[in-house]
């Protein structure tokens, strides 16, 4: 992933729980970038309930918005979940699987 570019500042996603926790992936430089199983994926998430591409994370300069893509067990978004693209702002909850993540804008 580039590193560099203002678009994304110190936007980054932070695992709460589930088999990462701890890890935190900075999307400095990303304009999308998915969520899933699968090593292609640019955050790979070691949890058996998220699928191999499971979420799009698109930023912006001010946030970021998050889209499903079509994920066996849905996206979640402070506790609702999503159907459609869903802008995320400073300390959102998101949950793919069985992990909790929280969006950080620095």
Sequence with gaps: MATGDSR???VRLVVLDGPDSGREFPLA???AIAIGRAEEA???IDDDQVSRRHA???V?????RIDDLDSTNGTWVNGA???VPHPLLEGDEL???GTRLRLLIA
């Design 29 to 31: 430089g990303a304009f």
């Design 81 to 83: 979940r999503i159907a």
């Design 60 to 64: 912006f300069e001010d946030g970021a």
């Design 56 to 58: 799009l994370v698109t």
């Design 8 to 10: 994304s500042g110190g």
């Design 42 to 44: 640019g955050i790979v």
């Design 95 to 97: 949950r793919v699987g």
